[in-house]
Structures are given as structure tokens and as C-alpha cells.
């Protein structure tokens, strides 16, 4: 989408640090880190959020999932633990509105919401 940061993110319009990327997916370092690991974890193909997901598309939550856990293993949490978040609208904070996963980790991670 013509206006959308992160497409033009994936489009290499808007600079990023990319740590991972693979035919359908492109993981880059947040610009506004809450934790030594904060990575953004997108599809290639502009949805905005989950609530577009449908059994057309669902594909994309497999593919970032499997990207969520080569990302993972790639800068050593694995094993320790990481949060992948996902915002879903205005109430839940959504910012950008390009479907993305928040993959934190790198520190004790806390308070939990739930
Ligand atoms: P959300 O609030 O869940 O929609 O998350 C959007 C995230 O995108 C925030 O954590 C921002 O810091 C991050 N962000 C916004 N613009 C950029 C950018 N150009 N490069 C990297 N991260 C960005
Ligand atoms: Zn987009």
C-alpha cells in the first residue's frame, strides 16, 4: 500500500536494520526498542492487522511464526524466552497499521497482562 511505512519499509523507501527476511516475510530491529531484542516481524503482502487474517490468507501467521522462531535461535533466545505480541486495533495500542509481530526479548520481561 502506497502510504503504508512498512510496505515501503519492504520496498527498501525507508531505511531498516533487517535481520531476517525469506520470500513472504521481513523482520527488521524497532526503531523504538522496549528491550535489548525488539524485532518487527511483517508480511511482505500488506494486511492490516489480524483481523484480516482470513482461510485465504492464514498462511502468514505460519510464515511469521517460523520466521518468530529462526529469528529466535539466530540471536540466542531460544532458549532463554521471548514475548511475540501482536496490537490489533486502536484500543490494543496498533500504531501501524501493517500487520506485525513484536518478537522482545533479552531481559527479564515484565509486568505480564496477563
Ligand atoms: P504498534 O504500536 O504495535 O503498531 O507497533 C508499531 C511499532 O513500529 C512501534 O514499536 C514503532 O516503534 C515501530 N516503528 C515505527 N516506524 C518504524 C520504522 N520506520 N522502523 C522501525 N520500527 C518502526
Ligand atoms: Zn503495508
Redesign the pocket.
Known sequence: MDNC?FCK?IKRE?P?EIVYEDEKILA?????PVAPVHV?IIPKVHVRNVMEIDHQNADILKDIHLAAKQIALKVGLGDKGFRLIT?CGEEA????FHL?Y?LIGGKELGPKII
Open positions: 511505512i519499509i525507508i531498516s527488521f530491529k524497532d526503531i523504538n518487527l496490537n495500542g496498533q500504531t501501524v506485525h513484536h
